[in-house]
């Protein structure tokens, strides 16, 4: 058993850091508090393969392994939670699909400029106003053939990336007898005609990274869009997922990192009671738990992310990854606040933003609800 990184991975991590350092984490109060999407440093990350992780080279992508993939966009997160979630839904569910599910020719049709940066990104469109976890019954965007195209109607919502996408992947009702077989995953190119990206959402965190309604009205598009074979794409979808569970997982740790060393910070400089902050032994015990809580979330992930890439089952290590990485977040976050004081309810210090763009952690991706669910099942060996 081997906790150490490659050379390959350390020497990854090192340039990603020294990228984040440079291009995002200066710019993500402004992001913040504009809403304003970094794309200057976005267009930058296409040469170091940050926007196609799991994209394989022939693509145009990095086609790095599953750990490197969890530690860039961990590396991210730290810098700007904003641009790190914008990042990971990009590489997990934007190009995700496309890249696992879809035939040679849509691959080499849509990935290049989706991982090059030449582009725009990559969104899934999963969630409607009636279906939220449960996506098997609750999915009412029908596509039906007509010729060689599908004509798609619906809406969905809170679809991140939407307004920034050049490509939508969405999931449909393609056969209407229901059930676990009668939904496909189809690519919408996002400037296609019926296709309507609603305003931004006005959120509690996360401004930078622009969350949208999507309507469908008599959408067409080929019907060689369809990625793999036709009604599976709720086992497609459920597969994207637990990838992207690893994603946010890692992306939790990220913002969990940002406000643990933002603590640490405070805590070295503030004086009380005639001694540093860092003297007193009830801010000393929250340091220590948070150093515990990170680096055994950071354990979690590396592992579902091993298994991942080693092609084994990861289906319940990834909602373990998720669960306790986004719920350290919510507690490291919440005691890096209470370590400033009043300050840390100041948007004068960075942790204040960073609680709240951790409040989304356990809720995108599944919520801790239905990770508990994934894993129990996992365990009892029950439906």
């Known amino acids: 058993m081997d906790f150490q990184l490659t050379a390959e991975q350390a020497e990854f991590r090192r340039v990603v850091r020294d990228f984040v350092e440079r291009e995002i984490k200066p710019r993500a109060r402004h992001v913040d508090e504009t809403g304003e999407f970094n794309w200057a440093a976005v267009k930058k990350m296409g040469p170091i393969g940050l926007l196609g992780l799991a994209v394989p080279e022939e693509y ?19 810098g700007c939670g904003s641009t790190g979630l914008s990042i990971s839904a990009h590489n997990g569910l934007g190009c995700g699909p496309i890249a696992l599910f879809g035939t040679e020719e849509i691959k080499r049709k849509f990935l290049p400029p989706l991982a090059s940066g030449s582009g725009k990104l990559g969104a899934l469109a999963l969630t409607e106003p009636g279906a939220g976890s449960d996506l098997a019954g609750g999915v009412r965007t029908v596509a039906k053939k007509a010729g060689d195209e599908w004509i798609i109607n619906g809406t969905k919502m809170w679809c991140t ?15 209407k007898a229901g059930g676990s077989k009668s939904l496909s995953l189809i690519i919408v190119p996002a400037d296609t005609p019926g296709l309507t990206i609603g305003p931004a959402e006005k ?16 959408v067409r598009v080929p019907h060689e869009y369809v990625l793999g074979t036709e009604n599976y794409g709720l086992h497609q979808t459920l597969n994207v997922l637990d990838g992207g569970r690893v994603g946010i997982g890692a992306l939790a740790v990220g913002l969990a990192q940002a406000a643990y060393e933002e603590a640490i910070k405070y805590a070295k400089q503030r004086h009380t009671f005639g ?17 515990t809580q990170i680096e055994a979330a950071r354990l979690l992930v590396y592992k579902a ?20 990485a986004t719920e350290v977040a919510e507690k490291v ?24 763009d951790q409040r989304l952690m356990t809720i995108g991706e599944g919520t801790s609800e239905i990770q508990r669910l994934v894993i129990a099942r996992n365990v009892l060996g029950v439906g």
């Open 60 to 78: 145009g992508g990095a086609g790095v392994d599953a750990i490197s993939a969890a530690i860039a966009i961990e590396e991210i997160g730290r």
């Open 161 to 175: 990336n939407a307004s920034l996408a050049d490509t939508i992947v969405t999931l449909c009702r393609t056969d």
């Open 203 to 218: 959120k509690m965190g996360l401004k930078g990274s622009p969350t949208h309604a999507v309507t469908y009205e008599d």
């Open 275 to 291: 001694k540093l902050l860092a003297e007193h032994q009830a801010i000393q015990w929250m340091i220590a738990d948070a150093t």
């Open 305 to 324: 992310a091993w298994l991942k890439q080693n092609g084994k089952s990861y289906i319940k290590e990834a909602s373990m990854a998720k669960l306790f």
């Open 333 to 356: 976050c919440f005691n890096a606040i209470q370590i400033h004081g009043g300050y840390g309810y100041s948007a004068e210090y960075p942790v204040e933003r960073i609680y709240r």
